[in-house]
Protein backbone atom coordinates (compact mmCIF):
# COMPACT_ATOMS: atom_id res chain seq x y z
CA UNK A 1 0.00 0.00 0.00
CA UNK A 2 0.98 3.65 -0.45
CA UNK A 3 2.30 5.38 2.89
CA UNK A 4 2.18 9.24 2.34
CA UNK A 5 1.20 10.87 5.85
CA UNK A 6 1.31 14.08 3.92
CA UNK A 7 1.62 15.28 -0.02
CA UNK A 8 4.77 15.44 -1.06
CA UNK A 9 5.55 18.78 -2.81
CA UNK A 10 8.91 20.84 -4.46
CA UNK A 11 8.86 22.37 -1.23
CA UNK A 12 9.41 19.49 0.67
CA UNK A 13 12.89 18.58 -1.26
CA UNK A 14 15.45 21.20 0.48
CA UNK A 15 13.88 19.72 3.73
CA UNK A 16 14.60 16.08 2.87
CA UNK A 17 17.94 16.51 1.76
CA UNK A 18 19.07 18.40 4.34
CA UNK A 19 17.92 16.21 6.99
CA UNK A 20 19.65 13.26 5.15
CA UNK A 21 23.08 15.27 4.74
CA UNK A 22 22.99 15.10 8.43
CA UNK A 23 22.52 11.78 8.45
CA UNK A 24 25.65 11.01 5.89
CA UNK A 25 27.69 12.81 8.06
CA UNK A 26 26.74 11.98 11.00
CA UNK A 27 27.71 8.43 9.89
CA UNK A 28 30.92 9.65 8.60
CA UNK A 29 32.41 11.00 11.70
CA UNK A 30 31.41 8.43 13.37
CA UNK A 31 33.56 5.79 10.63
CA UNK A 32 36.19 7.29 10.11
CA UNK A 33 37.52 4.39 7.16
CA UNK A 34 34.76 6.57 4.95
CA UNK A 35 37.01 9.28 4.00
CA UNK A 36 39.25 6.32 2.05
CA UNK A 37 36.75 6.83 -0.82
CA UNK A 38 39.23 5.95 -3.52
CA UNK A 39 40.01 3.29 -1.76
CA UNK A 40 36.95 1.81 -0.78
CA UNK A 41 35.89 1.91 -4.23
CA UNK A 42 39.18 0.52 -6.13
CA UNK A 43 39.12 -2.10 -3.69
CA UNK A 44 35.65 -3.45 -4.32
CA UNK A 45 36.58 -3.41 -8.05
CA UNK A 46 39.56 -5.51 -7.76
CA UNK A 47 38.12 -7.93 -5.39
CA UNK A 48 34.82 -7.83 -7.70
CA UNK A 49 36.59 -8.97 -11.03
CA UNK A 50 39.09 -11.37 -8.79
CA UNK A 51 35.30 -13.27 -7.56
CA UNK A 52 34.53 -13.21 -11.47
CA UNK A 53 37.62 -14.73 -12.57
CA UNK A 54 37.57 -17.21 -9.44
CA UNK A 55 34.23 -18.19 -10.42
CA UNK A 56 34.83 -19.10 -13.67
CA UNK A 57 38.59 -21.02 -13.26
CA UNK A 58 36.34 -23.23 -10.95
CA UNK A 59 33.69 -23.47 -13.31
CA UNK A 60 36.43 -24.56 -15.62
CA UNK A 61 38.43 -27.24 -13.77
CA UNK A 62 34.66 -28.54 -13.16
CA UNK A 63 34.27 -27.46 -9.32
CA UNK A 64 31.67 -24.81 -9.02
CA UNK A 65 28.63 -25.87 -11.22
CA UNK A 66 27.08 -23.54 -13.53
CA UNK A 67 24.17 -22.21 -11.46
CA UNK A 68 26.38 -21.34 -8.39
CA UNK A 69 28.78 -19.70 -11.32
CA UNK A 70 25.43 -17.55 -12.77
CA UNK A 71 24.63 -16.31 -9.65
CA UNK A 72 27.93 -15.66 -7.66
CA UNK A 73 29.15 -13.92 -11.01
CA UNK A 74 25.60 -12.16 -11.08
CA UNK A 75 26.10 -10.65 -7.34
CA UNK A 76 29.55 -9.41 -8.11
CA UNK A 77 28.33 -7.73 -11.51
CA UNK A 78 25.76 -5.98 -9.38
CA UNK A 79 28.49 -4.44 -7.58
CA UNK A 80 30.35 -3.48 -10.19
CA UNK A 81 27.19 -1.54 -11.41
CA UNK A 82 26.70 0.45 -8.37
CA UNK A 83 30.56 1.19 -8.99
CA UNK A 84 29.64 2.58 -12.38
CA UNK A 85 27.02 4.51 -11.12
CA UNK A 86 29.53 6.35 -8.92
CA UNK A 87 32.04 6.46 -11.36
CA UNK A 88 29.31 8.58 -13.27
CA UNK A 89 29.04 10.64 -10.69
CA UNK A 90 32.60 10.96 -10.66
CA UNK A 91 32.95 9.75 -6.85
CA UNK A 92 36.41 7.82 -7.15
CA UNK A 93 39.68 9.00 -8.56
CA UNK A 94 38.14 12.73 -9.69
CA UNK A 95 41.71 13.83 -9.83
CA UNK A 96 43.57 10.74 -11.23
CA UNK A 97 41.53 10.28 -14.69
CA UNK A 98 43.52 7.80 -15.74
CA UNK A 99 42.40 5.28 -12.83
CA UNK A 100 38.93 6.87 -13.09
CA UNK A 101 38.74 5.98 -16.81
CA UNK A 102 40.71 2.41 -16.12
CA UNK A 103 38.03 1.68 -13.68
CA UNK A 104 35.31 2.91 -15.49
CA UNK A 105 36.87 -0.03 -18.79
CA UNK A 106 36.56 -2.57 -16.19
CA UNK A 107 33.11 -1.85 -14.97
CA UNK A 108 32.11 -1.73 -18.41
CA UNK A 109 34.15 -4.55 -19.85
CA UNK A 110 32.77 -7.00 -17.16
CA UNK A 111 29.03 -5.89 -17.74
CA UNK A 112 29.33 -5.97 -21.39
CA UNK A 113 25.65 -6.22 -22.34
CA UNK A 114 25.41 -3.08 -20.85
CA UNK A 115 25.39 0.98 -22.26
CA UNK A 116 28.63 2.46 -22.96
CA UNK A 117 29.20 3.86 -19.52
CA UNK A 118 30.93 7.20 -21.03
CA UNK A 119 27.78 7.81 -22.74
CA UNK A 120 25.42 7.03 -20.06
CA UNK A 121 27.04 9.51 -17.90
CA UNK A 122 25.60 12.32 -20.25
CA UNK A 123 21.91 10.18 -20.12
CA UNK A 124 21.96 9.87 -15.93
CA UNK A 125 22.99 13.30 -15.73
CA UNK A 126 19.70 13.98 -18.05
CA UNK A 127 17.67 11.84 -16.15
CA UNK A 128 18.68 13.92 -12.53
CA UNK A 129 17.23 17.04 -14.44
CA UNK A 130 14.02 15.65 -15.85
CA UNK A 131 13.27 12.21 -14.76
CA UNK A 132 9.88 10.99 -15.42
CA UNK A 133 9.76 12.89 -18.52
CA UNK A 134 9.65 12.30 -21.76
CA UNK A 135 13.35 12.73 -22.49
CA UNK A 136 14.03 10.81 -19.52
CA UNK A 137 15.78 8.16 -21.85
CA UNK A 138 17.84 6.28 -19.13
CA UNK A 139 14.80 5.37 -17.70
CA UNK A 140 12.59 4.58 -20.25
CA UNK A 141 14.98 2.73 -22.09
CA UNK A 142 14.64 0.17 -19.30
CA UNK A 143 10.50 0.19 -20.34
CA UNK A 144 9.72 3.17 -17.44
CA UNK A 145 6.33 4.12 -18.48
CA UNK A 146 5.06 1.03 -20.30
CA UNK A 147 2.05 -0.68 -19.66
CA UNK A 148 2.55 -4.02 -17.90
CA UNK A 149 2.62 -7.16 -20.11
CA UNK A 150 4.27 -9.95 -21.64
CA UNK A 151 5.85 -7.40 -23.87
CA UNK A 152 7.52 -4.62 -21.15
CA UNK A 153 8.79 -8.43 -19.35
CA UNK A 154 10.91 -9.32 -22.05
CA UNK A 155 12.25 -5.84 -22.56
CA UNK A 156 13.25 -5.53 -18.57
CA UNK A 157 16.05 -8.14 -19.16
CA UNK A 158 17.07 -7.44 -22.78
CA UNK A 159 18.49 -4.01 -23.85
CA UNK A 160 18.18 -5.66 -27.14
CA UNK A 161 15.12 -6.92 -27.35
CA UNK A 162 13.58 -3.06 -26.14
CA UNK A 163 15.30 -1.97 -29.00
CA UNK A 164 13.90 -4.33 -31.28
CA UNK A 165 10.29 -4.07 -30.04
CA UNK A 166 10.14 -0.19 -29.81
CA UNK A 167 11.95 0.22 -33.38
CA UNK A 168 8.86 2.25 -34.95
CA UNK A 169 9.10 4.53 -31.49
CA UNK A 170 12.59 5.23 -31.53
CA UNK A 171 12.54 5.92 -35.32
CA UNK A 172 9.53 8.23 -35.03
CA UNK A 173 8.80 9.78 -31.60
CA UNK A 174 12.46 12.31 -31.75
CA UNK A 175 10.83 13.83 -34.67
CA UNK A 176 7.72 14.05 -32.85
CA UNK A 177 9.26 15.76 -29.68
CA UNK A 178 11.08 17.83 -31.95
CA UNK A 179 7.65 19.30 -33.18
CA UNK A 180 5.85 19.51 -29.82
CA UNK A 181 9.15 21.38 -28.85
CA UNK A 182 10.01 19.58 -26.26
CA UNK A 183 13.83 18.94 -27.84
CA UNK A 184 15.44 20.99 -30.13
CA UNK A 185 17.64 20.09 -33.18
CA UNK A 186 20.40 19.84 -31.30
CA UNK A 187 18.85 17.46 -29.16
CA UNK A 188 17.96 15.66 -32.13
CA UNK A 189 21.11 15.00 -33.25
CA UNK A 190 22.25 14.25 -29.40
CA UNK A 191 19.80 11.34 -29.62
CA UNK A 192 20.91 10.48 -32.92
CA UNK A 193 24.45 10.06 -31.95
CA UNK A 194 23.35 8.13 -28.15
CA UNK A 195 21.24 5.94 -30.26
CA UNK A 196 24.58 5.01 -32.40
CA UNK A 197 27.10 4.63 -30.17
CA UNK A 198 25.38 3.25 -26.50
CA UNK A 199 25.62 -0.08 -27.56
CA UNK A 200 28.62 -0.74 -30.43
CA UNK A 201 30.65 -2.31 -30.38
CA UNK A 202 30.70 -4.48 -27.40
CA UNK A 203 26.86 -4.59 -26.33
CA UNK A 204 25.67 -5.53 -29.74
CA UNK A 205 28.39 -7.86 -30.28
CA UNK A 206 28.01 -9.91 -27.37
CA UNK A 207 24.13 -9.78 -27.45
CA UNK A 208 24.23 -11.27 -30.90
CA UNK A 209 26.09 -14.15 -29.33
CA UNK A 210 23.55 -14.47 -26.28
CA UNK A 211 20.46 -14.42 -29.17
CA UNK A 212 22.37 -17.20 -31.32
CA UNK A 213 23.47 -19.18 -28.20
CA UNK A 214 19.53 -19.05 -26.85
CA UNK A 215 18.25 -19.32 -30.74
CA UNK A 216 20.52 -22.68 -31.14
CA UNK A 217 19.20 -24.66 -27.91
CA UNK A 218 15.43 -23.37 -29.03
CA UNK A 219 15.71 -24.62 -31.87
CA UNK A 220 17.44 -27.94 -31.08
CA UNK A 221 14.98 -28.29 -27.92
CA UNK A 222 12.12 -27.80 -30.51
CA UNK A 223 13.49 -30.37 -32.87
CA UNK A 224 14.26 -33.09 -30.24
CA UNK A 225 10.01 -32.63 -28.88
CA UNK A 226 9.34 -33.21 -32.40
CA UNK A 227 11.38 -36.46 -32.33
CA UNK A 228 14.24 -34.95 -35.25
CA UNK A 229 17.25 -32.82 -35.16
CA UNK A 230 18.90 -29.83 -36.54
CA UNK A 231 21.81 -30.22 -39.27
CA UNK A 232 23.43 -27.19 -38.26
CA UNK A 233 26.76 -26.18 -39.99
CA UNK A 234 29.95 -27.69 -38.67
CA UNK A 235 31.57 -24.16 -37.88
CA UNK A 236 28.32 -23.26 -35.94
CA UNK A 237 28.72 -26.47 -34.14
CA UNK A 238 32.67 -25.59 -33.40
CA UNK A 239 31.75 -22.02 -31.80
CA UNK A 240 29.42 -23.67 -29.21
CA UNK A 241 31.84 -24.61 -26.50
CA UNK A 242 33.34 -21.39 -26.51
CA UNK A 243 30.75 -19.56 -26.93
CA UNK A 244 28.67 -21.98 -23.84
CA UNK A 245 31.62 -20.64 -21.56
CA UNK A 246 31.39 -17.15 -22.51
CA UNK A 247 27.39 -17.53 -21.72
CA UNK A 248 27.80 -19.05 -17.85
CA UNK A 249 30.62 -16.75 -17.09
CA UNK A 250 29.58 -13.98 -18.02
CA UNK A 251 26.61 -13.40 -19.81
CA UNK A 252 24.12 -15.18 -18.47
CA UNK A 253 24.91 -13.51 -14.61
CA UNK A 254 23.99 -10.27 -16.51
CA UNK A 255 21.16 -11.17 -17.64
CA UNK A 256 20.21 -12.26 -14.47
CA UNK A 257 21.75 -9.17 -13.14
CA UNK A 258 20.50 -6.58 -15.44
CA UNK A 259 16.83 -8.40 -14.95
CA UNK A 260 16.12 -7.65 -11.26
CA UNK A 261 17.70 -3.95 -11.30
CA UNK A 262 15.65 -3.21 -14.45
CA UNK A 263 12.49 -4.62 -12.66
CA UNK A 264 12.96 -3.05 -9.26
CA UNK A 265 14.52 0.49 -11.13
CA UNK A 266 11.77 0.87 -13.64
CA UNK A 267 9.09 0.16 -10.94
CA UNK A 268 10.30 2.67 -8.33
CA UNK A 269 10.30 5.79 -10.77
CA UNK A 270 7.18 7.30 -11.82
CA UNK A 271 6.39 8.54 -15.49
CA UNK A 272 4.35 11.08 -17.37
CA UNK A 273 2.64 13.30 -14.80
CA UNK A 274 4.80 14.17 -12.30
CA UNK A 275 5.79 17.41 -11.53
CA UNK A 276 8.62 18.52 -13.76
CA UNK A 277 11.72 19.43 -11.08
CA UNK A 278 9.75 17.91 -8.30
CA UNK A 279 12.01 15.42 -6.81
CA UNK A 280 9.50 14.11 -3.85
CA UNK A 281 7.84 12.89 -6.78
CA UNK A 282 10.43 10.91 -8.73
CA UNK A 283 10.92 7.64 -7.33
CA UNK A 284 9.32 5.75 -4.20
CA UNK A 285 11.24 3.16 -1.71
CA UNK A 286 10.28 -0.37 -3.40
CA UNK A 287 11.13 -2.43 -0.25
CA UNK A 288 8.46 -4.82 -0.21
CA UNK A 289 9.43 -8.14 1.29
CA UNK A 290 8.96 -10.40 -2.07
CA UNK A 291 11.23 -7.97 -3.98
CA UNK A 292 14.22 -9.56 -1.86
CA UNK A 293 15.96 -12.22 -4.26
CA UNK A 294 15.57 -9.46 -6.58
CA UNK A 295 17.20 -6.87 -4.41
CA UNK A 296 20.12 -9.20 -4.05
CA UNK A 297 21.58 -8.54 -7.62
CA UNK A 298 21.10 -4.71 -7.13
CA UNK A 299 22.94 -3.59 -3.93
CA UNK A 300 19.29 -2.82 -2.37
CA UNK A 301 18.56 -0.14 -4.75
CA UNK A 302 14.50 -0.30 -4.48
CA UNK A 303 15.39 0.81 -0.96
CA UNK A 304 17.87 2.98 -1.12
CA UNK A 305 18.13 4.69 -4.80
CA UNK A 306 15.32 7.11 -3.68
CA UNK A 307 17.98 8.69 -1.40
CA UNK A 308 20.23 9.29 -4.17
CA UNK A 309 18.00 11.51 -5.86
CA UNK A 310 18.29 13.79 -3.21
CA UNK A 311 21.89 13.66 -2.09
CA UNK A 312 23.59 12.54 -5.03
CA UNK A 313 27.63 12.69 -3.01
CA UNK A 314 27.25 9.42 -1.26
CA UNK A 315 28.18 6.28 -3.19
CA UNK A 316 26.32 2.84 -2.57
CA UNK A 317 27.49 1.73 0.81
CA UNK A 318 27.36 4.69 2.46
CA UNK A 319 23.47 5.04 1.25
CA UNK A 320 22.61 1.45 2.47
CA UNK A 321 24.24 2.80 6.16
CA UNK A 322 22.19 5.84 6.32
CA UNK A 323 18.92 4.08 4.55
CA UNK A 324 17.14 3.13 8.13
CA UNK A 325 17.35 6.77 9.28
CA UNK A 326 16.43 8.02 6.02
CA UNK A 327 13.42 6.01 5.47
CA UNK A 328 12.22 7.63 8.68
CA UNK A 329 13.12 11.59 6.82
CA UNK A 330 11.44 10.48 3.41
CA UNK A 331 8.27 8.82 5.10
CA UNK A 332 8.02 11.89 6.82
CA UNK A 333 7.75 14.06 4.21
CA UNK A 334 5.64 12.18 2.10
CA UNK A 335 7.53 9.99 -0.20
CA UNK A 336 5.51 6.31 -0.91
CA UNK A 337 6.64 3.64 0.16
CA UNK A 338 5.57 0.31 -1.53
CA UNK A 339 2.87 2.10 -4.03
CA UNK A 340 2.26 -1.04 -5.99
CA UNK A 341 -0.08 0.32 -7.76
CA UNK A 342 2.25 1.64 -10.10
CA UNK A 343 2.59 -1.37 -11.88
CA UNK A 344 -1.41 -0.97 -12.78
CA UNK A 345 -0.97 3.12 -13.70
CA UNK A 346 2.46 2.19 -16.20
CA UNK A 347 4.34 4.12 -13.74
CA UNK A 348 2.48 7.44 -13.09
CA UNK A 349 2.33 9.01 -10.34
CA UNK A 350 -1.40 9.46 -10.26
CA UNK A 351 -4.52 7.44 -10.38
CA UNK A 352 -6.29 8.57 -13.72
CA UNK A 353 -9.16 10.18 -12.11
CA UNK A 354 -6.64 12.50 -9.97
CA UNK A 355 -4.33 13.60 -13.31
Known sequence: MTNTPRRATANTDKTIQREIIAISDDIRSRHGWLRHQDAIGFGIFTISLA??????????????????????????????HELEHDLIHWMYFKKNKFIHHLMMLGVYLARPI?????????LHFHHHKVSGTATDLEERGI?????????????????????????????TEPHRLLKKGVIDKQDLKNLRLISLFSYIPVGSTVYLIWHGYVI??????????????IPWPVWIEAQMPWI????????????LRTFCLHFISSNMHYYGDNEPGNVAQQCQVLNVWWLLPLQAFCFNFGSTHAIHHFVVRDPFYV??????????VLRRNGIRFNDLGTFRRANRYHEPAEA
Open 143 to 171: TNGEKWGLRRLLMVGDHMLAVYLRARAYL
Open 319 to 328: RQMTAKRAHE
Open 114 to 122: TINPWVRRH
Open 244 to 255: HIFVVTLIAPNV
Open 51 to 80: GIGINAWLYLIGVMPAWAVIVLTAFWTSLL
Open 216 to 229: YHLANGVAWLAGGS
